[in-house]
Nanobody, 129 residues
Framework: QVQLVESGGGLVQAGGSLRLSCAAS????????MGWFRQAPGKEREFVSA????????VSADSVKGRFTISRDNAKNTVYLQMDSLKPEDTAIYYC??????????????????????WGQGTQVTVSS
């Protein structure tokens, strides 16, 4: 069982920055890939960014490349999402999730909701224009 708790959301003006944190319980954090997803009102949950525990590789959606950075601190059981140059279209509830998905090969980083088992409760990010 893994519990995930997000924090760091809030209201920010366009062009600003926020850093989201996701604290995980459990002793196997360093053996789980971690991902961030978001869901805007009336839209489906979409992939934002993920980090692979085996090779510490990261992958991000095209819409956030160059602006968002995912990282993890295994000593603190925490994954972060640094969000810079925020845009109004980034407004959504942001969820972190953990995965032990083994399909796709050794170097594959999970990026679909179905590949993640545990989810946090979400944190609201609102970007004003």
């Amino acid at each position: 069982q893994v519990q995930l708790v997000e924090s760091g959301g809030g209201l920010v003006q366009a062009g600003g920055s926020l850093r989201l944190s996701c604290a995980a319980s459990g002793r196997t954090f360093n053996r789980q890939s971690m991902g961030w997803f978001r869901q805007a009102p009336g839209k489906e949950r979409e992939f934002v960014s993920a980090i692979n525990w085996k090779v510490d590789d990261t992958v991000s959606a095209d819409s956030v490349k160059g602006r968002f950075t995912i990282s993890r601190d295994n000593a603190k059981n925490t994954v972060y999402l640094q969000m810079d140059s925020l845009k109004p279209e980034d407004t959504a509830i942001y969820y972190c999730a953990s995965s032990t998905y083994s399909g796709g090969g050794y170097y594959y980083t999970p990026r679909f909701p179905r590949e993640y088992r545990y989810w946090g409760q979400g944190t609201q990010v609102t970007v004003s224009s």
